[in-house]
Structures are given as C-alpha cells and as structure tokens.
C-alpha cells in the first residue's frame, strides 16, 4: 500500500499525529482513526453518547480554529430525551450485484447487509445513520450543514404549524374513520396495520390526514368536514386541498424515515387526492410513480418466504399497488410501471389470499388488465374485438363475497360494467358512425344504463366513493353522447340526449369533490347550452314553437352552493325530450349538431368525451382541465 506523507517547507517529511485514543465506530470496526487529535472532540462519540439537535440561535465554535468555525455543525443537548437509533429510523443505500461497488463494499464495509428478498439476493444495503431532522420528537436527531440551516428552519416551522397539525377535531375524525372503515378500507385496505398507529406521533398524523381525505369524498360526511374544533365546515374541495397539500409537505419533506410507510402513503395520495388546477392534471399518475419506485428499491415485487413474519402484509401491499398501477394506466391513459414479467409472485396465488372485498377488487382489476392489452401501441386490430367477461354475479361467488353489504358489491359492480363498456374495440374508422358493432354497441348500452341506474338510482349516496366512481359516469356520459350525436333514429337521439343529461347531474352532484367529474360537467353543460341555443335558432326558422326552454337548468352560478348528496335532485329531462322528439319528427332529416354556432368548438367536444372511451387519449385531463375546467 502506498501511503503519502506530507512535507514542510525544507521539504523534510512531517511527523504523524497520532491519535490519542480512537473514537468508538472505528474501535468496533478495527480500522485507524482520524477522527479525534489535537484535543478536538470525536464527533462519533458525541453522536453515540447523547441525542443532539442543530442551534439555530448562537454559534458556539467547537474547534478554536477559524477554518474549523466555518465548517463544523453546532449541536445542543435536547432536554429529557433518550433516543435509540433503530433499523426504522436509520436511511440506507441499495447497491445492487451488477454494480462493481457492491463487491468492494461488501468486502470492506460492516455496516452492509446482504438483500434476502430473493434466494441468494440482489444487492446489499448499506446503511447510514439519517440526516433528516427531528422534528418535535417525530424523527431522528441531525447534523445540519450550516448552509441549509435558514432553509431546514423554515421548513421544520412551516410543517409543525401547517402540516402536522391540519387534522380534524376528534369527534368529526371519529365519524370519518368510521365511514373509511365501512366503505373504503374492505375495497382498498392501503394502510394496513398502520390504522391503529399511535396518534401521538407523526405517523398516526398522517393515517389520520389519509383516512379522513378519503372519507370526505362520502355524503354522509358533510357535516364533518372541520380542520379548527371551533372553525366553521368547509366544503369537499376546500377540506381535501388542505389534507392533499399537508401529506405531500410532509412527505416531500422526508419526514417519513420508513420506507414501507411511505410506500404506502404515496400510494394512497394518489388514490384520493384531487387536483386544485390544471398544473396538477397529472400528479396522481406522479405519485403513483414514486410508490411503485419505492416499491422496486424494497423489492416487494419479489416472493418471499411463506413463513416470514411479514409475508401476508407484503403480498397485500403488492396487490394494492399493482392494483393502482392498472387503475392509473386507464385514468390517466400511463404505461403500466409493474410488469408480471418483473414479478416474482404468483398473482392468482396472492388474489386467493386477500379478504373477499378486496378480492372481488383485485378480479375486476386483473380483467382490466386483460383489457389494457387491447389499447396497447401495435395491438390495435383492423375488425372488432371484443374481451369475453365473466357474469358479474359469479365473480362475487367466486370470491366468497356474498355476505359484504350491498352498497360495497354496487360499487363494484359499478367498476365492473365501466371494464365491460372498454372491453370491446371497435376499428378507428368506425368510431364516429350512427351504427357501432352490433357487439360493441349491446354491450356498452347496457352497461352504462346499469351504472347510471345504481349511481342515480339504486343507491344514492350509499356507495363507497372510489375515484372508480366518477369514472364509470364518465363513461356512461360518453356512451350517451355518442348515441346522441351520432343516431339517425330521432327515436334513439332523444333517448340518448335523455341520457345525457341524466349522467351530467351525476357528475355535477359529484363535482365538489372529484376534479375529473368537474371537467366532465363544464363541457356536457357547454354542450347542452350551445344544443339549446341551436333548437331555437330553428324553431324560430321553422316556425315551430320551442317548449324546451329552461328544460335544463344550465351551469351553476359561482354563488350557487355545491350539491350534498347524488341523486337527489334531476333535472325534468321528459319536457326536453319530448320537444326534441317534436322537432326532430317534424323535420326528420334535421342534425342539430349542424345548427351550432360554427365559434363553439365541437370537435375538441367529440375529441374529448369520444375519446373517453379509449385509452390513448384519456391522458389529456390537463387539457381538458384548462379547456373546460
């Protein structure tokens, strides 16, 4: 080994300074130590000996050195507070086999680890103490650089006063972990065991902010919606953005030392937030990005052993997130991220598993995985095709799901018929004609019917409210306005007018609290607006009397407030109907499509709610956002 030892100014070498006693870390590790000479203080034996917590107030220099006060961190002792580092609170480095620094720290390095994910393994961790702050007792003790100290301060401030503390009151939290305990954990259980987290530390603080941002999305808790114990309620959209900003503070703050959690936490935002501007059209496909990269560095893609303490909860988590994955590929129109090919359990085996609600889920889920394929680039077929469903009641046999509450099974039956209607792929050429494939058409019209019957119908706000839900409107609206705009039966454009407008009271009654829903209804109320406009254009040609006005109340005022429940209140589509079908059996050979005001941008209308219906155009929210939002 060759070694360099330093000259002064005669060029006679300098003799070493040896020190006087080494520091802890490198007795355990039997290596030389340079840490502690001259009388300086071992900082690993400071770090080792008592917690510590970065002074933002006065300096006091640790080394008498002028060069040293520039660089050296200050600590202070915190006051009454023992603290040991654990596995849990301590950040690590995956370096995997095929990287040539993994052989050399395996070799040198005590502190790695050998991966078990797998026989054999993939890489090694190694390990570090974290250099995050702690923060109220919440995370570990830091050594903060200097330079980042304003920074850091402003930060801890900013998340203790405005992030961890935005939680409901108790009394309304309890209501809300109620209704996500019913209806939403059975369908999606994302949290796990974590539901029963200490509330007094900020991982119980965030469940909280989690189970109650999903919860706001009920009817029922509307009168529950407080942030201040003595504040006034707020409305869906106002409660959600607040809970939706303070989980992604904390969390891009890197406040969440466990990896497994954060995972999950990712995960779950991207479920239930909801985007406040076109900006942030495509940050739940961004999230669920980020769950699925922790979820690769943990390596929960790969089996584990049966007998491991925590195999059941890895294999649950797994299916949540390949769940989500297929879910954002058909919202927001994103690649798949997990891929059976990277996958080393059995999915059948982990389906099996999981409790009937959540299996009965995860069915549905692997029958629109099926269905992806078909919207896939290069899949694309020259004639009809059409994915075989099986009967929605045997899948709920099948899954032993007969005894969980109706309104749980109406919602994903719901889910259901929204993979039935994209289950069937019609030529792109044949797309906008009056006559679909006789396949295509039966079975996209009877799904929808059924979606806006138990949405507006069977079971007014009693479903569980999933994103799934607006979705499946969404499509129904879509399903509709195609019969609407492209029949030659006048019969059959009245029926889907009808329809129509059915599906956008749906949506409006859901628009405080799903941005999706939003969008949808600003354009179908546009629609209907400029179809209004265009029979009394013609009735005033034709002298034929117009008693369609006011049959649809038009947009709502800005002062107007939202609606509280779905289905309550629709609009009398039966006067619309009837005039329409007055008009059009009148002059049959009449488009009133042809009649709109030629400023009114009707082709981004069927570009949007057509292409609905496909995949490939489905991850244009952000511009449909800013179009119509």
């Known amino acids: 080994m060759v070694r360099f030892v330093g000259s002064d100014s005669a060029g006679l070498p300098l003799k070493r300074k040896q020190a006087a006693q080494a520091c802890a870390r490198c007795r355990r590790r039997k290596k030389r130590c340079s840490h502690s000479h001259d009388g300086h203080i071992s900082l690993s034996s400071r770090l080792e000996g008592r917690s510590i917590y970065p002074i933002s107030g006065e300096r006091e220099a640790v080394s008498q050195d002028p060069a040293d006060r520039l660089t050296t961190p200050q600590f202070r002792s915190l006051p009454e507070k023992n603290y040991s580092p654990n596995t849990e609170e301590r950040a690590s480095r995956f370096v995997g086999d095929l990287s040539p620094e993994a052989i050399l720290m395996e070799a040198t390095s005590l502190c790695s680890t050998r991966d078990v994910s797998v026989r054999g393994g993939l890489g090694i961790w190694q390990t570090r103490a974290l250099d995050s702050a702690k923060l109220n007792g919440f995370g570990p003790d830091i050594l903060d650089s200097p330079s980042r100290q304003p920074v850091q301060d402003m930060l801890r401030a900013y998340v203790r006063s405005h992030c961890v503390a935005c939680c409901p009151p108790p009394s309304d939290y309890a209501i809300l972990r109620r209704i996500y305990l019913e209806k939403l954990d059975p369908i999606f259980p994302i949290l796990g065991s974590h539901l029963t987290a200490s509330e007094d530390d900020i991982r119980g603080k965030v469940v909280q902010q989690i189970v109650s941002l999903a919860a706001a999305a009920d ?13 006034p309620l707020l409305s869906r959209h106002a409660f959600c953005t607040s809970l939706s900003n303070s989980i992604q503070t904390i969390a891009d703050a890197g406040l969440i030392s466990d990896r497994l959690f954060l995972t999950r936490l990712l995960a779950a935002l991207s479920l239930y937030m909801q ?3 076109p900006d942030e059209a495509d940050l739940p496909a961004l999230l669920n990005g980020r769950s699925v990269h ?39 129109g994103r690649a798949c991220l997990i891929h059976e090919r990277d996958v080393g359990w059995n999915l059948d085996n982990c389906i099996a598993a999981q409790a009937p609600p959540f299996r009965l889920f995860l069915m549905i889920i692997a029958l629109l995985n099926k269905v992806i394929g078909l919207y896939r680039p290069g899949n694309r077929q020259g004639k009809e095709t059409v994915i075989e469903l099986p009967i929605f009641e045997q899948m709920i046999l099948d899954a032993g799901a007969a005894r969980i509450s109706s309104s749980c099974l109406a919602s994903l039956e719901i889910f259901y018929h929204s993979v039935a209607i994209l289950s069937s792929q019609s030529p792109s050429e044949d797309r ?14 009877l799904a929808a019917d059924r979606i806006t019957s138990i949405v507006g119908k069977e079971f007014p706000g009693q479903l569980s409210y999933l994103p799934i839900i607006p979705y499946g409107v969404s499509l129904s609206l879509s399903v509709s306005y195609r019969k609407m705009r492209h029949s030659n ?13 059915t599906n956008t009271s749906l949506l409006k009654s859901l628009d405080d609290t799903f941005w999706t829903a939003r969008t949808m209804v600003a354009m179908a109320e546009q629609v209907l607006q400029e179809m209004d406009k265009a029979v009394a254009s013609i ?68 570009a949007a709610l057509e292409g609905n219906l496909d995949f490939g155009t489905s991850s244009n929210w952000f511009d449909w956002q800013q179009l119509w939002g």
Request: glycine share 8%.
């Open 539 to 606: 009735t005033q040609e034709t002298g034929t009397v117009d008693v369609s006005k006011n049959a649809y109340p038009g947009p709502r005022s800005g002062h107007e407030p939202p609606s509280v429940g779905v289905g309550e209140a629709f609009p009398d589509s039966n006067n619309q109907s009837s005039a329409d079908l007055l008009l059009i059996e009148t002059l049959p050979d009449l488009d009133v499509f042809g009649y709109i005001d030629p400023t009114f941008d009707l082709g981004a209308v069927d």
């Open 432 to 445: 906008a004609t009056a006559l679909p494939a006789p396949a295509t058409n039966s079975r996209r019209s």
């Open 294 to 332: 922790q979820m690769h560095t943990l390596g929960l893609q790969m089996a584990s052993d049966e007998n491991h303490a925590h195999s059941q909860a890895s294999r649950t988590l797994f299916c949540c997130l390949w769940a989500l994955d297929r879910i954002n590929s058909a919202f927001y």
């Open 489 to 501: 039966i006048p019969m059959f454009r009245s029926r889907g007018k009808k329809a129509f407008i």
């Open 275 to 277: 985007p406040s501007c």
């Open 219 to 231: 009817p029922e808790a509307t009168g529950y919606l407080r942030l201040d114990p003595r504040g």
